[in-house]
């Protein structure tokens, strides 16, 4: 079905979405309590748009940082495929590195405009599909996250953050050498006399612990889900099959569980 677009622009003032530079949109339905964001058209890509970090430094803390979770997600979703793309990839892990070197400065320093302006940068180069070429893509952890905000109608980023961990730990067998990549080119593990799964893992951890440095969401509990959402939250997710292993339900169960 066609229809005709309203042209729209755009003047940032939270760095995350990468809306600048891409046709996403995210529709919720509170009454039915779904929240659907793999909704993407060029024909909706801003017709121009204004990047100017200034505008962006009266953000709260915890907004700015769940902006940096965002991007980070955003990448790691592309990064972490099923088809992969080695010149996408190495472009991947520059993005990770800058967005890591700087947040760490912009937590400690908020108006350090060098800092916010190469988040704001890598913000858009995250999600405007250049890091895509080649790879199937994952989406599944915003689509775990995207439920939570359903019932919880949590800061996007600080649902992903709450539902990362589990996710990634829980696929790493199937995406093994992915995670060893991620861990040393990304998080600078060394790998002599460790094994395979012990390198991913220390990956993971070195992940977890910036996070922690952020200040972000590190389980779904303090988002506000209950046991009593479980069962909702899993009808609610939908299932995408481009990352390393498509999901059950009661897979998806057990992720929420270990998110909690």
């Known amino acids: 079905m066609s229809c005709e677009i ?23 339905n509170h009454e039915q309590k ?3 964001g793999h909704v993407f058209g060029e024909n ?6 204004i990047l100017n970090p200034n505008y962006t430094l009266t953000l709260p803390k915890t907004q700015m940082v769940a902006g940096f979770y965002d991007i980070m997600n955003h990448i790691c979703e592309q990064y972490f495929s099923g088809a992969d793309d080695n010149t996408s990839d190495y472009i991947s892990e520059g993005l990770m590195k800058s967005l890591i070197h700087s947040s760490r400065i912009a937590i400690q320093d908020p108006n350090n405009y060098e800092a916010r302006s190469n988040i704001m940068w890598t913000s858009t180069w995250a999600l405007n599909t250049l890091v895509a070429k080649g ?6 952890v915003h689509m775990l996250g995207q439920a939570v905000g359903a019932y919880t109608d949590a800061t996007h980023g600080m649902t992903l953050s709450a539902v990362s961990l589990a996710y990634y730990r829980y696929i790493m067998p199937y995406g093994l050498d992915k995670f060893v990549r991620f861990a040393t080119n990304v998080w600078d593990v060394k790998v002599e006399g460790k ?3 012990q390198v991913a893992a220390e990956g993971l951890n070195a992940m977890e612990n910036w996070m922690k440095e952020l ?9 506000g889900v209950t046991d009593e959402m479980l069962e909702g939250l899993v009808h609610s997710t939908i299932i995408l099959p481009g990352g390393y292993k498509t999901l059950t339900p009661e897979e998806i169960s057990t992720i929420f569980k270990e998110s909690m």
Do not use: H, Q, R, Y
């Not at 909706?44 to 748009?49: C, I, L, Q, T």
């Open 34 to 36: 779904l929240k659907i």
């Open 135 to 140: 790879k199937s893509t994952d989406w599944m």
């Open 195 to 197: 094994t395979k799964e």
């Open 6 to 28: 309203v042209p729209v622009g755009c003047v940032l003032t939270m760095v995350g979405t990468g809306s600048e530079m891409n046709g996403g949109t995210v529709i919720t």
């Open 44 to 49: 909706v890509n801003p017709k121009f748009s």
């Open 215 to 223: 200040g972000l969401a590190m389980n779904i509990t303090d988002l």
